[in-house]
């Protein structure tokens, strides 16, 4: 636990910048494998309370993950503003750290266990590729797509490989950015788009301010570019704390230019991916990664994983009510995630009460202008914003004219009725003669 001050005079860009350095900082493995900073001296923050300060938290991500952090976050945190008071905790008295036999005895104890475990897994990951394969085959017989093709779809394997700037490796030096989203137009947007959810609409703003990015840097637009996402879900207390390890592949299609477009085409891939997912388990990922040696799922995920993706992307739904710590109401809250070789753009949201926060974190050379990518990040949602907003005003305005223009067809042919009424012969007397009135006295 350590204590710090601001560059002077702070502003959200020295805090970025001060955060980002302590990203960089690798832990200790002779420690425990967490640090906390508390940063002071940031009244000169836009929109912060003068007086309030700044809490950094950072874990090992072997044994931490995104919905991890968010119930570490609820656990130092309380609902009320008057801080509370905890009686001492009684003393614990811990192990010593293992010698060295004891470590081979251990390992060598858990071989029999592991290998069965290990066989297990692959029995399964088999027997669910097999149906992957039968499905494959099913849809080359109904699609006339090619069995390879139909089964690495719904791997979701990339078809061309596409490499971006993200895609090399990652440098020491790190930089931190963070933008906030209101929740309410979050939502607006995904009722738009029907069946949508909220990580669909965040992956599009994604999406088109990474389209956005690279025509800034003069890059081309590849459609193949994708996003790892990692699987979303609730922080419920009670859950299982660690590194849950489930991800897919979901294209961004940065090559659309419409939001709309690319938000229904990023809701389409991902229903796909969850129907996949249903077929070859949620847990089989992990338990492989669990069984394999570490040597071996570490080169794998070091040839493969940046073929896979090029960026990750994550949403982890928060608390919807307000949070204190030691009497301070919690304001603002950004998750920051990980770079690696390979993937070194990495975009993490958290939604806390009406807002939902992103923080992005990338190497120091494949983005040195991270506020050029925010303010990116803010005109790719305010684009899908106005998209809605004008599609909206045109249904409005067709749904306006729609009763006028059904009165006024029930007018004229009212008129029209009346008018063939007025010219329909009187009874009695011939065609060629017509009622009129300077007649009626001549008739009569």
Not at 389 to 399: G, I, K, L, N, V
Request: aromatic share 8%; hydrophobic share 40%; net charge positive.
């Amino acid at each position: 636990m350590n204590t710090t001050f601001a560059i002077s005079p702070c502003y959200w860009r020295q805090l970025s910048i001060q955060v980002a350095r302590l990203h960089s900082q690798a832990l200790d493995r002779a420690k425990p494998l967490w640090q906390a900073y508390v940063i002071e001296g940031i009244d000169n923050v836009e929109g912060v309370v003068p007086g309030s300060f700044a809490v950094y938290i950072k874990f090992h991500h072997a044994a931490v993950d995104g919905d991890s952090s968010a119930q570490i976050l609820r656990a130092l945190h309380s609902l009320i503003s008057v801080p509370e008071h905890y009686s001492p905790l009684k003393p614990t008295i811990v192990e010593a750290p293992p010698t060295a036999i004891e470590l081979y005895t251990r390992s060598l104890g858990n071989v029999v266990p592991r290998t069965v475990r290990l066989w297990q897994a692959v029995t399964t990951a088999a027997l669910k590729v097999t149906s992957l394969a039968t499905e494959a085959l099913y849809k080359r017989t109904t699609s006339g797509f090619t069995w390879k093709d139909s089964f690495f779809d719904q791997l979701a394997w990339p078809a061309h490989e596409s490499k971006t700037r993200f895609a090399g490796p990652v440098s020491s030096r790190r930089i931190v950015e963070g933008v906030g989203f209101d929740m309410a137009s979050i939502h607006k947007v995904r009722k738009w788009a029907g069946g949508a959810t909220i990580n669909d609409v965040f992956l599009a703003i994604v999406g088109g301010a990474v389209r956005r990015y690279l025509a800034i840097c003069g890059e081309p637009v590849q459609a193949a570019t994708s996003v790892g996402v990692a699987g979303p879900r609730d922080i419920l207390p009670g859950g299982d704390l660690g590194n849950s390890l489930h991800h897919s592949r979901i294209p961004l299609h940065i090559e659309m230019e419409s939001g709309l477009a690319r938000l229904d085409a990023i809701r389409t891939a991902a229903a796909e991916r969850r129907q996949t997912a249903d077929v070859i388990g949620r847990g089989l990922l992990q338990e492989l990664a669990d069984e394999i040696p570490t040597r071996i799922t570490t080169s794998l995920v070091h040839k493969w994983v940046g073929e896979y993706v090029n960026i990750m992307a994550s949403n982890v739904r928060g608390p919807d009510v307000r949070l204190y710590l030691a009497g301070a109401r919690l304001s603002r809250y950004y998750p920051i995630g990980a770079v690696k070789d390979g993937v070194g753009l990495n975009i993490t949201g958290f939604s806390y009460c009406d807002s939902l926060w992103a923080t992005v974190v990338s190497c120091r050379k494949m983005m040195p202008d991270p506020e050029i990518f925010s303010r990116c990040l803010r005109e790719s949602f305010e684009s899908l914003c106005a998209e809605v907003d004008t599609r909206e005003a045109s249904q409005a305005t067709m749904a306006d004219h729609a009763p006028r223009r059904r009165n006024s067809d029930r007018l004229s042919a009212a008129t029209t009725n009346r008018s063939m009424a007025r010219k329909r012969p009187v009874k009695g007397v011939p065609p060629a003669v017509t009622l009129l009135p300077e007649h009626k006295g001549q008739l009569q």
